[in-house]
């Protein structure tokens, strides 16, 4: 056992990487709070999208036979368009041979303009009363009618039975409609309607307060006389026939532009207002019919006496009463009308916004699931090529290797480390290279090498310059031709040496990966992260390997040629993935890497969440600095240029683009069961999690592991994936914003003992 020890006491000198890296630690907080925002931002489109979006169905009365002892008789008995004045409810009737056309639910971007259209063509107004909802989505529809003369009043945002709901509620139902209204044409209203309303006789106790409230704000509640019950679709012949009032009787007629199929709608209207006209009624609008009976009533008339208005005279019987059309109508200004315009911006944010997810929620659902059909079956292809008893790599290779530990304040690890190594079945030389420990690793190393009895360890001490560096001083001080790289933390099981450097009997082989296991898996976090090494790491190594495409050895077990080492020049300080870096530059270099997955190797994982954010965010940051160092491998010919025709596409696509765009699949499980059908979106998510069970129950098969740890993976994948997710999105922020990261030393427990009854 030799010792190169320089002179002690002097400070850690930091490296290229952490030089470069700490100008823009202070970088790291905000791309973190950048990271957040995004994921809040789609989180408020995806919920705003899928409020707009609630269902209008038919109007079909929610309660019957409910109690109207409350409400006035002359409510009851009176007109259908209720007002309000010094606290008192008042009556309209629509005068004799006069209808005020009305229609529900809308705006619709197919049946609203059509119906525009046949209005505009007979010179005929209306009055909508839309759904704020659709309002939003559908701006510029609203806009026409009221560019037309027509009249709009509110039916609700989301078109609920108000009837039940509380004052909060009810006021965010008027309140967001009218922005959307002020938004959309610039105007507000004091017309309203509302859902699953028909006759006043219809209004009941927990009705009548609501329209006592909205009266006492300056609403005016509207109700019908005649339904042409257009949302049953019974044809066009009946709902002329139903939309006709009886007699000479006036009438606020309902006809629905939207809520469903109004293609019998579209093609009634025409014929239904020439029959109209034919009987000598005259068109007007709800505003229209106030207006009539405030003429009348300082005439001296009686209000709900007949006018006379048949003949056509009545205000807003044609187009040149636009001005009276909108009588119900308010200017939009101020706080309103910026608030409205606002609004329809973000839902046209929305409406841009989820489609496009959705078709990306395709591409990623396809890509996951493809990525799990190659897993399995490569997976399994592998296992039986590997496991015939015909396979061999070669000659059985016993000579002398040469073992690297690299070690960085690991006095909780190290003696563990050496007494593993101490019990291999092949003949090794190990070099611990004590990497400006200061907490006294190396003489812990000494110690732990003189009580085992271990002749073969040399303690090389350096100046701090990070494992790259150190990896590299144990390269070139290396006595045999094949080196086995393992970190401090880890230990090895007796035959791990063995079987790991089997497949160098083939002299195209340059690396060698090895099956990295957790060993302090008894903790949740522990047990998540042994799933994931299992299925994710060891089971995608063994579609690689078949692919002869391995994109990373891992640091915890890994075996190269020392020639092929120092071929490519050596572990490099560019990325921090140094890893992933010498394997593309292996694969590059012309050299075989395969997985040997009988090499065992059981590393201490990050046992908090802080600690596991740190490493993964390091390990996927590094990977696409890797990526991008070796992006000229896309172009190389010949052999060397597999890694770039198949490994980078495919690590690109499956460890950055899929995962990144992942969390569609979760936001829209969220979305579909808040607003679609929560039945149906629970059992598509447990049939990914059913698919994804059985990948893993298949890999835990091959590694011989307990079943008793996938009890773990519902949870995993409602917590620790979403934080993964995060991490890779942290980790492209930082790439795009031209951050770099310091490597982070994780605290270590030194829990991980040698493997014997460990699984």
Excluded at 91 to 119: E, H, M, R, W
Excluded at 536 to 550: I, P, V, W
Aim: some cysteine.
């Amino acid at each position: 056992m030799t010792t190169t020890t320089p002179s002690r006491g002097r400070r850690r000198a930091p490296t290229r990487i952490e030089r470069a890296a700490g100008k823009a630690a202070a970088l790291q907080k905000p791309r973190v709070i950048l990271a957040l925002l995004l994921l809040l931002g789609l989180t408020s489109v995806m919920l705003l999208d899928g409020y707009l979006r609630a269902e209008v169905g038919g109007d079909e009365r929610v309660r019957d036979g409910a109690s109207s002892s409350k409400v006035p008789d002359k409510i009851l008995n009176g007109g259908p368009i209720i007002s309000f004045r010094g606290g008192q409810a008042t009556t309209t009737s629509v005068p004799a041979k006069t209808i005020a056309l009305t229609f529900d639910d809308g705006p619709n971007p197919t049946y609203t303009p059509q119906v525009l259209k046949i209005l505009e063509k007979y010179d005929v107004p209306a009055t909508f009363f839309v759904v704020g909802s659709m309002v939003s989505r559908y701006p510029g529809i609203v806009k026409d009618m009221v560019d037309q003369g027509d009249e709009v009043g509110i039916h609700t945002f989301t078109h609920v039975d108000l009837s039940y709901q509380s004052d909060a509620r009810i006021r965010r139902e008027m309140t967001q409609t009218q922005l959307a209204l002020a938004g959309a044409a610039g105007i507000t209203t004091t017309l309203f309607r509302a859902p699953y309303s028909s006759e006043t006789d219809a209004i009941d106790n927990y009705s009548w307060p609501v329209y006592e409230k909205l009266g006492e704000e300056g609403y005016t509640s509207v109700f019908v006389d005649t339904d042409s019950d257009d949302w049953k679709k019974p044809g066009v012949s009946k709902i002329v026939k139903w939309a006709t009032p009886s007699g000479t009787s006036g009438a606020s007629v309902l006809m629905h532009d939207a809520g469903g199929d109004r293609e019998q709608t579209i093609k009634a209207l025409p014929e239904y207002i020439e029959k109209m006209r034919a009987k000598g009624y005259t068109f007007t609008t709800i505003s229209g019919v106030i207006e009539a009976q405030n003429t009348a009533a300082r005439a001296g008339q009686q209000a709900n006496a007949p006018t006379g208005a048949g003949s056509g005279q009545l205000p807003g019987g044609n187009r040149d009463g636009t001005d009276r059309l909108q009588a119900a109508h308010r200017e939009a200004t101020g706080a309103t009308l910026y608030e409205g315009k606002a609004l329809v911006v973000a839902v046209a944010v929305a409406e841009y916004t989820v489609p496009t997810l959705s078709v990306g929620l395709v591409i990623v659902g396809v890509a996951v699931m493809g990525r799990f059909g190659m897993m399995l079956i490569l997976a399994r292809r592998h296992y039986r090529l590997r496991n015939k008893r015909r396979f061999s790599w070669g000659p059985t290779v016993t000579r002398p290797v040469t073992v690297i530990v690299p070690a960085y304040n690991e006095k909780e690890c190290i003696a563990n480390t050496l007494e593993s190594l101490a019990k291999s079945t092949h003949p090794i030389e190990v070099i611990v290279v004590d990497d400006g420990s200061s907490d006294g690793t190396s003489e812990i190393a000494r110690e732990a090498a003189r009580s085992l009895g271990m002749t073969n360890v040399r303690v090389i001490r350096q100046e701090n310059a990070g494992k790259p560096a150190a990896l590299n001083n144990g390269v070139r001080s290396a006595s045999h031709d094949i080196v086995v790289m393992m970190d401090g933390d880890t230990v090895f099981e007796p035959d791990t040496v063995r079987q790991l450097v089997q497949p160098f009997a083939n002299p195209e082989v340059g690396a060698v990966a090895g099956n990295a296991k957790v060993g302090n898996r008894d903790t949740v976090i522990g047990a998540w992260q042994h799933i994931e090494y299992v299925m994710g790491f060891n089971l995608d190594r063994r579609m690689y390997d078949l692919l002869r495409c391995m994109p990373t050895i891992p640091g915890a077990i890994g075996a190269f040629r020392r020639e092929a080492v120092l071929q490519v020049g050596g572990m490099s300080e560019d990325t921090l993935a140094e890893d992933t870096d010498i394997t593309i530059a292996m694969h590059r270099a012309g050299w075989r890497v395969v997985y040997q997955e009988h090499a065992r190797a059981w590393t201490e994982a990050p046992g908090s969440l802080k600690q596991l954010w740190s490493q993964r965010y390091r390990w996927s940051y590094g990977t696409m600095q890797a990526l991008w160092k070796h992006r000229k491998s896309l172009t190389d010919k010949g052999p060397s240029g597999r890694f770039g025709r198949v490994g980078m596409p495919l690590v690109v696509i499956f460890q950055i683009v899929t995962p990144v765009f992942a969390p569609l699949i979760d936001v829209f499980t969220a979305y579909s069961m808040i607003f679609v059908d929560f039945r149906a979106a629970l059992y598509a998510w447990l049939a990914v999690l059913g698919v994804q069970l059985v990948c893993a129950a298949y890999a835990f098969k091959l590694d011989k592991e307990k079943y008793r740890y996938l009890l773990m993976m519902p949870l995993q994948q409602l917590a620790y994936r979403q934080m993964m997710y995060l991490v890779l999105i942290h980790s492209c922020i930082t790439a795009l914003t031209g951050g770099r990261l310091r490597w982070q030393k994780l605290k270590r427990t030194g829990e991980v003992g040698t493997p014997a009854g460990v699984g």
